[in-house]
C-alpha cells in the first residue's frame, strides 16, 4: 500500500490583497436543513472572503510559517464566518493524518454489531481509512458520540434508526450512508431488504409439511415489526395462520421467554420464525429446556446469518445477509459522495442488499 500523501515544500508569504477587514455581506450562509444540505464552504470561498490565496489558507488553519499574524485573524474569522471545517483527508496531506470513516452500530453487545464492524473494518483498512466507532445503544450521550463523529471523520456509515433526521443534522456535512433506514432516506442509504428471503422460507415450510408456525418477534411499540408483518403476510398467503409474539427487544432471553411461552399455550406449534439469530438462539435453549426436539418436533429459524448460528447444535437455519456486501456498498457510496463523485442524496446514492435462505440443521 503506498505510504501516505505528502505535500510539497513551497514558500508563501502574506498576500499582498484584501488586507483590510471582510466585508460581512461576503460571509453569509444558508440555513442548513437535513433532509437538502447545502453546499460545505470549501477552502476557496475562505480565500475568496478573506482575500488570500488558497496556500494562504491551509497555513492558517494549520498554524504553519510563512503568514503574519494578522493575516492568520483574518482567515480565521473568515472561516469561523462560513463555518467552514477543512476535510481531515486535505489536513491529512498537509499534518500526515489518516483518513477517517465513521461507524455506527446500535449495541455491540449483539454479535451482529461486531460481525458488521469486521466486515466495515476490513474493507476500509484495505482502502487505506482508519475507522472511529460510535455505539448509540451503549453510549451514556448518544448525542455527543455521533456528533464528535461528525467532527472528527470525513464520512459516517452505520445505524441512525427513528433518530436519523436529528443526528444527521449533528453530523454536519460529512456524506452520510444510513444502513437499513427506518423512514424517509435523508442523505445516501443501504437497505437490507428480507422480503425475497422470506418468500423463500415460507416456500420452504410448505415442502418441509409445516403446519402450525409462530413468529417470535421484537419490537418497542408492541406491535409486528416491518420484518414480522413481512413474515405474517408470506405465511398468511399461503393459508396459514400464525401467531405472533412481540417482545420488547430482541434478545436471546427475549427470544427464550417467547418461545417457552408460544411452546406452552399452543402444543401443536411445528416452526418458530425469529426476528433475528440471537432471539433465534434463545428459541433453541427453550426447546432444549422443554425437551423439545429441533427439528423432529419443531424447525427454527433466524434472520442475520451470524457465524455463531454454526456453533450451536442443531445449526441455525437462518435468512443471511452478506455483510461484507453491505460494507463495500455503503463504503463505495461514501466515498463517492465525498470525492464529488455521486450527489449528496437522492435514489442515485442508495443501494439494496437481499437476505437469503440458508439452510442448516435447526429446519
Known amino acids: 500500500m503506498a505510504g501516505p500523501a505528502r505535500l510539497t515544500r513551497t514558500e508563501v508569504t502574506d498576500d499582498a490583497a484584501g488586507a483590510g477587514p471582510v466585508a460581512p455581506a461576503s ?13 460545505r464552504a470549501t477552502i476557496h470561498d475562505v480565500a475568496s472572503a478573506a482575500g488570500v490565496s488558497r496556500q ?21 474569522a473568515a472561516a469561523a464566518a462560513l463555518d467552514y471545517r477543512p476535510s481531515r483527508f486535505g489536513r491529512g496531506l498537509v499534518t500526515g493524518g489518516d483518513r477517517q470513516l465513521g461507524l455506527v452500530v446500535n449495541d455491540l453487545r449483539n454479535p451482529y454489531s461486531p460481525e458488521l464492524a469486521a466486515a466495515v473494518l476490513g474493507l476500509a483498512a484495505a482502502r487505506g481509512w482508519d475507522v472511529m466507532l460510535a455505539d448509540v445503544g451503549l453510549a451514556g450521550d448518544s448525542d455527543r458520540a455521533v456528533q464528535a463523529l461528525g467532527q472528527q471523520t470525513d464520512v459516517v456509515v452505520g445505524y441512525l434508526g427513528a433518530r436519523a433526521p436529528e443526528w ?45 408456525p409462530v413468529i417470535v418477534d421484537a419490537s418497542d411499540t408492541g406491535r409486528p ?36 411461552r408460544a ?82 442524496s437522492g435514489a442515485a446514492v442508495q443501494r439494496t442488499v437481499r437476505h437469503r435462505l440458508l439452510l442448516r440443521e435447526s429446519a
Open 27 to 39: 460571509l453569509g450562509r444558508t440555513p442548513r436543513t437535513v433532509g437538502l444540505p447545502t453546499s
Open 56 to 76: 494562504t489558507v491551509t497555513r492558517a488553519m494549520n498554524g504553519l510559517y510563512g503568514i503574519s499574524e494578522t493575516t492568520k485573524e483574518r482567515v480565521l
Open 168 to 212: 444527521i443534522e449533528r453530523l454536519g456535512p460529512v456524506p452520510v450512508v444510513e444502513l437499513d433506514p427506518a423512514g424517509e432516506v435523508l442523505r445516501g442509504a443501504v437497505r437490507i431488504d428480507p422480503t425475497e428471503g422470506i418468500e423463500e422460507l415460507a416456500d420452504h415450510l410448505v415442502r418441509t409439511g409445516v403446519r402450525h
Open 225 to 260: 415489526s416491518s420484518r414480522g408483518r413481512l413474515m405474517l403476510d408470506a405465511l398468511r398467503r399461503r393459508g396459514y395462520l400464525p401467531e405472533v409474539a412481540v417482545a420488547d427487544a430482541p434478545t436471546s432471553e427475549h427470544g427464550a421467554a417467547m418461545a417457552a
Open 263 to 344: 411452546l406452552e399455550r399452543f402444543r401443536r406449534v411445528d416452526a418458530v420464525l425469529a426476528f433475528n439469530d440471537l432471539m433465534a438462539l434463545g428459541v433453541l435453549a427453550a426447546c432444549r429446556r422443554a425437551g423439545v426436539d429441533v427439528p423432529g418436533d419443531v424447525r427454527v429459524v433466524g434472520v442475520d446469518g451470524l457465524a455463531l448460528g454454526t456453533l450451536v447444535a442443531p445449526t441455525l437455519t437462518t435468512l443471511a445477509v452478506d455483510l461484507d456486501a453491505v460494507a463495500r456498498e455503503a463504503l463505495d457510496l461514501a466515498l463517492g459522495m465525498l470525492a464529488g463523485e455521486s450527489p449528496r
